[in-house]
């Protein structure tokens, strides 16, 4: 399993953005799919947007698309989430996850998993 640490939540305003970031302790990091995903209080954890190996296939949950974009930069060892036009329903703990043999939205898709980092859009 990989080690990683997400980065870069925080507080902001509806309609305002932040970056997410998360750092992989691996040497073959452009090996792993990666993948985001929000668990808010009181409900499942949900898949928000995932990338493959390569960055050049996304895939992205409904309720985001069109607001968010996950992007890699491989020779950082680092799968970052952009979110735009934030609102208040995309208050969450963010979790980064990996996996090096499966690209998908499950989360039995990946094996290794952060701590996850808090964004708070307030209503």
């Known amino acids: 399993q990989v080690q990683l640490v997400e980065s870069g939540g925080g507080l902001v305003q509806a309609g305002g953005s932040l970056r997410l970031s998360c750092a992989a302790s691996t040497r073959t990091f452009s090996s792993y799919a990666m993948g985001w995903f929000r668990q808010a209080p009181g409900k499942e954890r949900e898949f928000v947007a995932g990338i493959n190996w390569s960055g050049d296939n996304t895939n992205y949950a409904g309720s985001v698309k069109g607001r968010f974009t996950i992007f890699r930069d491989n020779a950082k060892n680092t799968v970052f989430l952009e979110m735009n036009s934030l609102k208040p329903e995309d208050t969450a703990v963010y979790y980064c996850?990996?996996?090096?043999?499966?690209?998908?939205?499950?989360?039995?898709?990946?094996?290794?998993w952060g701590q996850g980092t808090q964004v708070t859009v307030p209503s």
């Open positions: 996850a990996a996996d090096p043999n499966r690209y998908g939205r499950e989360e039995d898709d990946f094996a290794s």
